[in-house]
């Protein structure tokens, strides 16, 4: 009888074009697993945020693996183990998963191939990006640091291969192992229930995230003109379908190359940073919670752990209240729909870091915690990028004005949706109104002269 054949699922969550399913489907009975190994990422273990998105995310690709008179089995724990139960349970020649490079989940593979050396095999695929990260090297072999030669070597591989269609058929074993029931997991909110924002900001699963790839194909010609523009809200808002593997970039690529024009050459470079972000936590596995410049950091940044001001701030930059619309505005889309415009992103994180003087850690976990697209790779090294303290990043003493910032890039509408006690105030005024007339709104937590001549002044006694 052929062995069945587990394919173990993480943030890959889709029937076609996911290459370990199409090749465990040709080759026998296949058993898709889930496992929760909620433990294994230390302090990147799944935010709330994304523990909400994978429940929805899960329950989709259940239906549309039933539909194919298949099934998802959930399990729980140390995902080496986990698998090597499995593999003894139901017999299995082999467990087939896409590679992820998340350190732990690195670690993960290594330990899984070892439980499994006389057992069963373990075969690994590419498929989640567009070149496996890892291998678009310099000249003399090495991997890239900084993303414009990374990308143009990038481009140059391009395009990514074909999509793979889904398995026609996925046959199921004899017998099935037992499964969790997603309910069980608790993955969703309920006391409070502070989901209702993202249920209706967001569609979860596969087939949603193709109805966003057609959206796309009619909107991506714009891109380059409106993606700085937040109130327009024209970008793709692809990060959590590709953060899940819904959406795999070679489908996303393959859909709209043939666009051809600006719009699309601006777009592929974007997602181009997420394939740079996983070539740099390949080669510093720590880069979420290392900063990788030479500063004096514990004079450089005020620490809320000690400093009650500093603790306010970071409160404050949380919740929304700094008293800078756009940066509140930014901050309260978080909170409502676990997503926030890239725009937004890169003005609220310099707020933090620059006019707060707040190590860009707490920033980043904060997102970590709130992001529908979480992302080890994409969040630190977009940290590490505003704050100046990354192998590639923005210098430290370019500090971002959030006031001109708002006007330049038209953000008035989306000061009114999100910061609604402002609604009245036209459109010159909105973006700063006068202290009087702000009513419930905070003033300004601190100037925007103050706070720049106060980061400049820290910087210099940080490399001092
Ligand atoms: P589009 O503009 O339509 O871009 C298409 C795709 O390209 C995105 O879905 C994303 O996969 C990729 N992409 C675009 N910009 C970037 C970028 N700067 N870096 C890496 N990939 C990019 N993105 C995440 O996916 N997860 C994160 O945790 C994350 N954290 C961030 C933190 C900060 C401080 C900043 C400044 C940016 C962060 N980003 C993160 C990058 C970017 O803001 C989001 O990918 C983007 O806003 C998602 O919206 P979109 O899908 O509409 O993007």
Redesign the pocket.
């Known amino acids: 009888m052929t062995k069945p054949q587990i394919v173990w699922l993480r943030r890959d969550l889709r029937l076609a074009d996911q290459p370990a399913l199409h090749h465990a489907a040709s080759l026998g009975p296949v058993i898709p697993v889930y496992v929760l190994d909620d433990e294994r990422a230390g302090d990147h273990k799944l935010g709330a945020a994304s523990r909400w998105w994978l429940h929805h995310s899960l329950a989709s690709l259940a239906a549309s693996l039933e539909k194919k008179g298949s099934r998802l089995i959930l399990r729980r724990g140390p995902a080496p183990q986990v698998l090597a139960q499995l593999v003894d349970e139901t017999g299995a020649g082999a467990v087939h998963a896409l590679r992820h490079y998340e350190p732990w989940w690195r670690k993960a593979e290594d330990e899984l191939a070892k439980l499994l050396e006389q057992s069963a095999d373990l075969a690994l695929h590419d498929g989640n990006y567009l070149r496996p990260p890892g291998s678009v090297t310099t000249g003399s072999g090495q991997p890239y640091k900084i993303y414009t030669p990374f990308a143009k070597a990038l481009n140059e591989e391009m395009p990514p291969p074909e999509p793979l269609p889904e398995p026609p058929a996925i046959p199921a074993p004899d017998r099935w192992p037992d499964s969790d029931t997603l309910d069980d997991w608790r993955l969703l909110p309920t006391a409070p229930d502070w989901a209702g924002g993202m249920r209706k900001f967001w569609a979860v699963g596969e087939e949603a995230a193709h109805e966003r790839l057609d959206w796309w194909k009619e909107h991506v010609a714009d891109y380059g003109s409106s993606?700085n523009l937040p109130s327009d809200d024209r970008?793709?808002?692809?990060?959590p379908h590709?953060?899940w593997g819904e959406l795999s970039p070679a489908q996303v690529w393959h859909s709209l190359c043939d666009t051809r024009g600006d719009g699309w050459q601006t777009?592929a470079k974007?997602?181009m940073?997420?394939d740079y972000?996983q070539n740099v936590i390949c080669q510093y596995p720590d880069y979420a919670s290392s900063s990788y410049r030479k500063l004096d950091e514990k004079t450089l940044w005020r620490d809320p752990a000690k400093d009650p001001a500093a603790a306010s701030d970071l409160e404050a930059w949380q919740q929304g209240c700094t008293g800078y619309p756009i940066v509140d505005a930014g901050m309260r889309q978080l909170w409502q729909v676990g997503w926030m415009?890239?725009r937004v992103?890169?003005i609220t994180?310099s707020f933090l870091v620059k006019h707060l003087l707040i190590d860009w850690r707490h920033?980043e976990q904060w997102?970590w915690d709130c992001?529908v697209?979480?992302?080890y790779g994409?969040?630190g090294?977009?940290?590490q990028w505003?704050a100046g303290t990354g192998v590639d990043s923005n210098m430290f003493t370019r500090i971002m004005a959030p006031l001109t910032q708002s006007e330049k890039f038209a953000a008035q509408a989306y000061i009114r949706t999100y910061v609604p006690e402002l609604a009245e105030f036209d459109d010159e005024a909105i973006h700063d109104p006068p202290d009087d007339r702000r009513g419930s709104y905070p003033v300004k937590r601190i100037g925007h002269r103050e706070a720049r001549e106060r980061a400049l002044a820290a910087y210099r006694k940080s490399r001092a």
């Open positions: 993606r970008t793709s808002r692809f990060s590709l953060h777009f974007e997602l940073w997420r972000a415009h890239n992103r890169m994180a920033g997102f992001l697209d979480a992302d994409n969040n090294v977009n940290w505003i």
